[in-house]
């Protein structure tokens, strides 16, 4: 079965960027949306971002201006550039590629910000 490969994640003092990579193991068809979402610590999963076939992009408030998200089609790779970065990032992010039939989830990179 194909999966959702990320990396990119890790330590990163406040202000600090980091690139986040989502890859599919192999072809999946029929993608609405790509999006990638994170989990801190005693809270439930959140919208990060979406971008859609066209690239079109959708932010949580809260991270716009700071996050970007982009898309490679013929790779079916999925980028999160994350700039500024917060202490309140911190969180495990994870990557999703939405079908008609099938939500594929990656397994989850920690991002951490500290000092």
């Known amino acids: 079965q194909v999966q959702l490969v990320e990396s990119g994640g890790g330590l990163v003092q406040p202000g600090g960027s980091l690139r986040l990579s989502c890859a599919a193991s192999?072809?999946?068809?029929?993608?609405?949306?790509m999006g990638w979402y994170c989990q801190a610590p005693g809270k439930q999963r959140e919208l990060v971002a979406t971008?859609?076939?066209?690239?079109?992009?959708n932010y949580a408030d809260s991270l716009k201006g700071r996050f970007t998200i982009s898309r490679d089609n013929a790779k079916n790779t999925m980028y999160l550039q994350m700039n500024s970065l917060k202490p309140e990032d911190t969180a495990v992010y994870y990557c999703?590629?939405?079908?008609?039939?099938?939500?594929?989830w990656g397994q989850g990179t920690q991002v951490t910000v500290s000092s």
């Open positions: 192999g072809t999946i068809r029929s993608i609405i949306f």
């Open positions: 999703n590629f939405r079908t008609p039939l099938f939500d594929f």
């Open positions: 971008i859609s076939n066209g690239g079109s992009a």
